[in-house]
Each structure stands twice: as C-alpha cells, then as structure tokens.
C-alpha cells in the first residue's frame, strides 16, 4: 500500500475555485484502478503545540493507493490532468510525500 500526503498551495483568494474544481474529480478518481481513498481536508487550529500556523491557502490531499503502479496510472489519468489544466492559473505549487507504512497497521 501507497500513501501519499499532498499539499495544494493556491494564489491568494483563489482557495473556492481550486478546491470546486478538485472536488469536481473525486468521485472519478475514487473509481480507479487501486484507489483506496482520496481526498481534501483543510487545516483547523487545534490548540496542539506541535502544530505550526495554520495556512488558510493550502489544501491538502490525502491518498491511499493499493501500489506504486496505480499511483503512477492515477498521475496519467484524464481526472487529474482535467483538474490541473483548470486549476493551473490558480496554483502557486504542489508538493507531495509518497510512504510506505512500516509497522503493523490497523
């Protein structure tokens, strides 16, 4: 199993616009070939001391992929790249982290 952690940062005021748009191919990308999960969530202040500030302009994605290969087949398929040729003038950079999990998981 593949997780991966991505993190959208928008142009500021452009926040609605990227997330409408991702939202639009989550159903889509849920319905791939060894798509476990996938996501958006926004971050909230917790009141926890290791979080640092909130950044109100990035979206994060959170993904689970059966393989390294449906990974890689999701970053080719048509829902993605529609979302990133709408969304593109919005987006200021994506950045992601792909892990494995070590350990037992629940």
Avoid at 41 to 62: D, F, K, T, W
Avoid at 83 to 91: K, T, V
Wanted: net charge negative.
């Amino acid at each position: 199993m593949i997780h991966v952690l991505a993190q959208i940062i928008v142009k500021p005021g452009q926040k609605e616009k990227v997330l409408e748009e991702f939202l639009k191919i989550v159903d889509q990308v849920r319905a791939e070939p060894g798509c476990l999960e996938y996501g958006a969530a926004m971050e909230i202040p917790s009141g926890i001391p290791v979080q640092p500030p909130v950044r109100e302009n990035v979206i994060h994605v959170i993904e689970k992929w059966e393989s390294l290969e449906a990974l890689q087949q999701h970053l080719q398929a048509a829902p993605l790249q529609t979302f990133l040729q709408q969304a593109e003038p919005s987006i200021e950079q994506i950045v992601a982290s792909v892990l494995q999990p070590v350990g037992p998981s629940v």
